[in-house]
Nanobody, 122 residues
Framework: QVQLVESGGGLVQAGGSLRLSCAASGRFLSMNGMGWYRQAPGKQRELVAAITNGGSTNYADSVRGRFAISRDSAKNTVFLQMNSLKPEDTAVYYC????????????????WGQGTQVTVSS
């Protein structure tokens, strides 16, 4: 029904930058919002940044001022610009989309991308 394709992860040195992309495709009526989550080894998955269909954003305290989330609504694509990366940012980053789908009934559902590895070396 809905597929999320992520790209942009990789290995960078501390202080460097990466830009993650996530494109949503498939059959859905509307996009309510999109976000980025991350999960480091031994830790729970946590929200990094999110953006609503109205353009409102929120960030985890640990990344505020360093990361920026944005959307290309026409392409149903969300980006995460990550600057001043730190080793503690190392994690698998997951894209999430909150959408309305029509499967006989209109329902609100969340979909996840496959995850992309971000590794920051010191």
């Amino acid at each position: 029904q809905v597929q999320l394709v992520e790209s942009g992860g990789g290995l960078v040195q501390a202080g460097g930058s990466l830009r993650l992309s996530c494109a949503a495709s498939g059959r859905f009526l509307s996009m309510n919002g999109m976000g980025w989550y991350r999960q480091a080894p031994g830790k729970q998955r946590e929200l990094v940044a999110a953006i609503t269909n109205g353009g409102s954003t929120n960030y985890a305290d640990s990344v505020r001022g360093r990361f920026a989330i944005s959307r290309d609504s026409a392409k149903n694509t969300v980006f995460l610009q990550m600057n001043s990366l730190k080793p503690e940012d190392t994690a698998v980053y997951y894209c999430n989309a909150d959408v309305l789908v029509d499967i006989g009934l209109i329902q609100r559902r969340n979909y996840w991308g496959q995850g992309t590895q971000v590794t920051v070396s010191s």
